[in-house]
């Protein structure tokens, strides 16, 4: 029993002191990597919404749902199609060609708390 709760602090301990980009390292050993793909992560956990990656018109970035609940990444004014993130999921999600540059609110239509904030670059 005591060294079970050793060996998990120690596991924590060693993503945290990978230093840098802490939470897209996390998402990587999370999810074993079977995405495949290199680009920008967006992570929910814990019903929040983890800092999102800003993307220009036409970059793509994958969303993954840690949760064991389904959430949505859902624009704000219908600047794109919503995203569905069933529970323990992950799901690719492109910026439309057509979107001008600036900040976009979105939010999950199934918490009402959840919500952040994409930058589109020039
Ligand atoms: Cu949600």
Same mark, same amino acid.
């Given at each position: 029993m005591?060294?079970?709760?050793?060996? $998990?602090?120690?596991? @924590?301990l @060693?993503?945290?002191?990978?230093?840098g980009? $802490?939470?897209?390292t996390?998402?990587a *050993?999370e999810? /074993?990597?079977?995405?495949g793909? !290199? /680009?920008? @992560?967006?992570?929910i956990?814990?019903r929040?919404f983890?800092?999102v =990656? !800003?993307?220009?018109p036409?970059?793509?970035m994958?969303? $993954?749902?840690?949760?064991?609940v #389904?959430?949505?990444?859902?624009?704000g004014?219908d &600047?794109?199609?919503?995203v569905?993130l069933?529970g323990? &999921?992950?799901?690719?999600f492109t910026v =439309?060609?057509?979107?001008? =540059?600036g900040d976009?609110?979105f939010?999950? *239509?199934?918490h009402?708390d959840?919500?952040? #904030?994409?930058?589109v670059?020039?």
């Open positions: 005591r060294m079970r709760t050793l060996g $998990v602090i120690g596991g @924590i @060693i993503v945290a002191a990978c230093g980009d $802490v939470q897209s996390t998402t *050993e999810t /074993g990597s079977t995405s793909g !290199d /680009g920008p @992560i967006l992570t956990e814990g929040s983890g800092s =990656p !800003d993307l220009a036409g970059e793509s994958t969303i $993954v749902n840690l949760d064991s #389904r959430h949505t990444f859902t624009s004014d &600047s794109w199609e919503s569905e069933p323990d &999921s992950e799901a690719s =439309p060609d057509d979107l001008a =540059p976009y609110i939010f999950c *239509e199934v009402a959840m919500g952040g #904030r994409l930058t670059t020039g």
